[in-house]
């Protein structure tokens, strides 16, 4: 019992280091600054597949998905686990603020309509 109980000490102290290191790494909680330039990214590299005019109100195309940087994300939850987050975003063509909705699906952030 004695060498049990030293063993669960260090174990517990693992456990919980294991789990404040996944919350610090973004695995829990709103989306990050490159959790949402990734997703804008995606998004632009597929609106340049479809030779769309138009990104999220942010940016008129064609988009350089390497130009973008997301100066700013202010995100607050809201149900369904959906993110309302206000980003700005600066290309070469400027800096613009759009509120994006995100949400988490099968390990990645997905733009959602609310």
């Known amino acids: 019992m004695i060498i049990f109980s030293r063993l669960a000490r260090p174990l517990s102290a693992m456990a919980f280091a294991t789990a404040l290191g996944l919350a610090a790494c973004g695995q829990m909680g709103a989306p990050t600054k490159?959790?949402?330039?990734?997703v804008v990214q995606n998004y632009m590299q597929a609106q340049n597949e479809k030779a769309s005019a138009n990104t999220l109100g942010l940016?008129?195309?064609?988009?350089?998905p390497a130009d973008l940087d997301i100066s700013n994300a202010d995100c607050t939850s809201k149900?369904?686990?959906?993110?309302s987050c206000a980003v700005t975003?600066?290309?070469?063509?400027g800096t613009h603020t759009a509120?994006?909705?995100l949400k988490k699906v099968?390990?990645?952030?997905?733009?959602v309509d609310n």
Request: zero cysteines; charged letters at 20%.
């Open 34 to 38: 490159a959790d949402i330039k990734q």
């Open 59 to 64: 940016f008129s195309g064609p988009y350089d």
């Open 79 to 83: 149900d369904n686990a959906v993110y």
């Open 89 to 93: 975003a600066t290309t070469k063509k």
């Open 99 to 101: 509120n994006l909705n």
């Open 106 to 111: 099968n390990g990645a952030w997905q733009l």
